[in-house]
């Protein structure tokens, strides 16, 4: 028997008669609610935010399913405030790879969600919004490199302004690349970031209460 991965949430309950807790300490249990119940291998992003909270108090939440070795889509869930889960129709395709969807929630209430996808037979970044009333507006190629663009990260200002950092090989090595997205739908131009010897991956973004960016990520230092 293969065994099969799903994603599940893990709901927090106060009141159970567990050993006590410190104070202002949350206490959780074990409660498992599986939201992608079907017969492929779902999984969440290596890198980035899988799930993020709605102005009204609902949950979206995003993964991926790994339905052949060679074709995957990107789906996703919203929790309401009531605790209900229902999955929405299909992000992304599934006639090539579709992997490690990250999201975020603007101010308004939007979620942006952008992935990795192999259909240009190398890794480019993909984009798609759902609006605050939860219509989704068509997929956006962020990148047209010819060569391995990955782990896509994105984070969200009070000004409605949605930033995208990945790692880019499109000078030969992996360095960070930067976009930004205005509320009105427009990309900013591509912006290298770091500029190495070694490769420069896996990248993480915030935005302060002053609308700056935080940017981390890993740097292979040779000799």
């Known amino acids: 028997m293969n065994p099969r991965r799903f994603v599940a949430v893990v709901l927090c309950l106060a009141g159970l008669p567990a050993r006590p807790a410190p104070a202002m ?41 790994r339905r052949t070795q060679n074709s995957s889509s990107i789906r996703g869930a919203r929790r309401s ?37 192999r259909r240009h037979n190398n890794m480019e970044i993909y984009y798609r919004h759902r609006s605050s009333s939860g219509s989704w507006e068509p997929e956006e190629r962020l990148t047209a490199e010819g ?5 896509p990260v994105l984070a969200a200002g009070a000004s409605g302004r949605v930033h ?22 427009t990309w900013s131009p591509d912006v290298a970031l770091t500029s190495d ?9 915030e935005v302060d209460a002053a609308g700056n960016l935080h940017l981390v990520w890993q740097d292979t230092v040779l000799n």
């Open 25 to 65: 300490a949350a206490v959780w249990a074990l409660v498992d609610v599986t939201v992608s119940n079907t017969s492929s291998i779902s999984l969440t992003t290596t890198s980035g935010k899988s799930v993020g909270r709605l102005p009204d108090g609902s949950l979206y939440t995003v993964w991926y399913e």
């Open 164 to 185: 995208l950092v990945w790692s880019d090989g499109s000078t030969g090595n992996l360095e960070i690349h930067y976009r930004h997205r205005d509320p009105d739908g």
């Open 81 to 117: 405030s009531g605790g209900a889960w229902s999955v929405e129709p299909v992000i992304s395709g599934g006639d090539s790879l579709s992997l490690n969807p990250s999201m975020v929630v603007a101010a308004d209430g939007g979620v942006h969600v952008v992935w990795e996808d």
């Open 197 to 205: 010897q070694g490769p420069s991956e896996n990248p993480a973004i």
């Open 147 to 151: 060569s391995t663009s990955q782990t």
